[in-house]
């Protein structure tokens, strides 16, 4: 078990799908630094040995979370906790900001070197521009605005020297079920709707691969760095070209084009049949963000750490771990 004296990162949200990639890419980077993971969901049997300590806890719990930071010398902190669920009401998201003032209180309050916390992509989405700078804020939906707050309470309450603000766009891979049983069982079904533009590109992260870029970002000594605000992506891709590269993994499936107009009118009709109980391929957010172009700056994050993926080898890793589970294998009929 590791000690007060013993160097260590900490990661909030450690048993979510980015957070326990993150701890994994940690814990092989440097075996030397212990990683401790927390997170509210119950561990399914204790961790403790030397490289890796995963501990259950709410951030928000501030004496839990204060002995954690008087048992460990935590160097690093990567803050990934956080209330991602789309279409919640507005209140549900209101424990993000909750959750990051309890954060920087605590590293407030100790000698925490670093602080990389994790926004979204969702504090600024207008279409065909990009912010004009790191606290240009045009949030959509709930979700973005509960970031925006919590961005400007590190922004208020910590020395700049100390955080990195870290925005991650949509990111999958394997062990994200939400991309499993939504995007891929369509396509493996042949329900997913796609609009035919070749010109509408999709912001995709491949998750080992913005593991590799936070990683980076995090090394370099913060007052070297150009901004103090990353977008985590691979660069931009076509949603066919995307398409195609699992269903060549699959050995099946299909993506049909469909006008844009068209499906942002069967975006509102799928928030209507949603808002009964009845499942529609696509809603309304879905259908906006397929046919309008979001760009987002990735210069910055490419320049301090470049990275790419292959996706014809991501694509076939992730299709593998999907059909790996009997039920979804069962649901596309394999």
Not at 295 to 302: A, Q, R
Request: with cysteine; glycine share 6%.
């Amino acid at each position: 078990m590791a000690n007060r004296q013993t160097e260590a990162i900490l990661v909030t949200g450690g048993r979510g799908f980015i957070g326990r990639w993150l701890v994994r890419h940690l814990v092989e980077r440097d075996g030397r630094v212990t990683v401790i993971s927390v997170d509210k969901s119950p561990t399914s049997e204790a961790s403790a040995d030397a490289d890796h300590i995963e501990l259950e806890a709410d951030v928000r719990d501030r004496t839990k979370l204060r002995e954690i930071f008087e048992q460990f010398a935590i160097s690093t902190v990567f803050d990934l906790a956080s209330i991602t669920d789309v279409n919640l009401p507005r209140s549900e998201y209101l424990a993000n900001a909750e959750m990051t003032k309890s954060m920087v209180e605590c590293v407030s309050r100790v000698d925490v070197t670093k602080y990389i916390f994790y926004s979204s992509q969702f504090v600024f989405r207008k279409e065909g521009t990009l912010p004009a700078n790191d606290q240009d804020f045009y949030p959509i939906d709930d979700y973005g605005e509960s970031k925006i707050r919590s961005e400007q309470l590190i922004r208020s309450s910590l020395p700049e020297d100390r955080w990195l603000v870290l925005r991650p766009t949509y990111i999958w891979g394997e062990g994200n079920s939400r991309f499993r049983d939504g995007f891929l069982y369509r396509l493996a079904k042949g329900q997913l709707l796609v609009p035919p533009s070749g010109t509408l590109l999709r912001y995709y992260g491949y998750v080992a691969t913005i593991c590799r870029q936070t990683a980076a970002l995090a090394q370099r000594p913060f007052t070297e760095l150009p901004t103090r605000t990353f977008y985590l992506s691979d660069k931009p891709i076509n949603m066919r070209t995307f398409c195609e590269y699992f269903v060549s993994a699959f050995g099946k499936g299909r993506a049909w084009p469909v006008p844009s107009p068209v499906l942002r009118s069967l975006g509102r009709i799928g928030d209507c049949t949603e808002a009964f109980g009845i499942s529609f391929p696509i809603r309304g957010l879905q259908a906006d963000e397929m046919t309008r172009i979001y760009p987002i700056p990735l210069d910055p994050t490419f320049t301090v750490a470049p990275s790419s993926t292959n996706y014809q080898r991501a694509a076939a890793s992730v299709v593998t771990w999907a059909l790996s589970d009997p039920e979804f294998s069962r649901r596309i009929g394999r």
